[in-house]
């Protein structure tokens, strides 16, 4: 499959055309970004392993029925993807207290929630990625179907229970992810974009230890070294 004209560079992946009009690469970068973008930085191998990573998790989940837009793995950082029209919501679902919710809600950082919180932020840098509800979905007119909302948050579930269970087995606690969703070519609704450190907060069951994107925000240093070790609890018990 031969990559063709990029489509978009983002601050992690560029997209690039393929010969088939259904079909895009994404390329993972080593780049790194945070605080909507005001902290930069680079990583070396770090694309290569959110490439791994997100290609073991996507194939994971397609095995227990959800729908993705995983095809393959081109090489060490390239993922043939289905192309979709991205619907403009981060989905994240939270099942332990941390980062924006502790300071929204004034609750302890580690608080583990009652139940998994499924929550929709407006995906719009220049806004910085507001906090959203179903009724802002309709007036940005992102969807007038509720359907697909309830939809979106019945995948959020759903995705948590296979990955919380898979990363428990590894002795990884997954604290809170975000996902994104787009519609294929035929409408339907379908997991896209990538599930890996960056996007994900990961715990070590044990000592608690941050092993995700954290390590860059808050400078605790060896970001790779905790990629890698994600990437070897993925493969481990397979
Ligand atoms: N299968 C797909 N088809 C089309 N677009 C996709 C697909 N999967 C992911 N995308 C989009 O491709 C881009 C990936 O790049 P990246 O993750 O680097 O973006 P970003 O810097 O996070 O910015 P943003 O998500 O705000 O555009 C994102 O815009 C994402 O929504
Ligand atoms: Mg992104």
Not at 2 to 23: H, I, S
Not at 98 to 110: M, N, Q
Not at 184 to 208: M, V
Request: proline share 2%.
């Amino acid at each position: 499959m031969q990559k063709g004209v990029m489509l978009y560079e983002g601050k992690a992946k560029r997209l690039f055309a393929t010969d088939n009009g259904c079909q895009v690469i994404a390329e993972f970068k080593d780049d790194l970004t945070a605080f909507n973008a005001e902290k930069k930085g680079s990583e070396q191998g770090k694309g290569e392993l959110n490439c791994r990573i997100s290609s073991e998790l996507f194939t994971l989940l397609q095995t227990h029925g959800v729908a993705t837009h995983f095809l393959s793995c081109l090489d060490s950082t390239h993922m043939l993807c289905k192309k979709v029209s991205i619907i403009p919501i981060e989905v994240v679902t939270r099942n332990v207290a941390t980062g924006s919710l502790t300071k929204r809600l004034g609750i302890s950082e580690g608080r583990e929630l009652p139940f998994a919180l499924v929550e929709f932020y407006y995906k719009d840098d220049s806004l910085g990625d507001p906090l959203i509800n179903d009724e802002h979905c309709k007036i940005l007119d992102i969807t007038q179907n509720q359907d697909e909302l309830e939809f979106l948050k019945m995948q959020a579930r759903k995705i948590n229970t296979i990955l919380k269970e898979f990363f428990l087995e590894r002795n990884l606690r997954l604290i809170d992810f975000k996902l994104e969703f787009g519609k294929d070519e035929n409408g339907e609704i379908i997991l896209a974009d990538e599930i890996s450190p960056d996007s994900c907060r990961f715990w070590d069951k044990e000592t608690n230890q941050k092993l995700d994107k954290d390590r860059f925000r808050q400078n605790l240093g060896d970001v790779s070294v905790a990629y890698q070790e994600v990437l070897r609890r993925v493969l481990s018990k397979q």
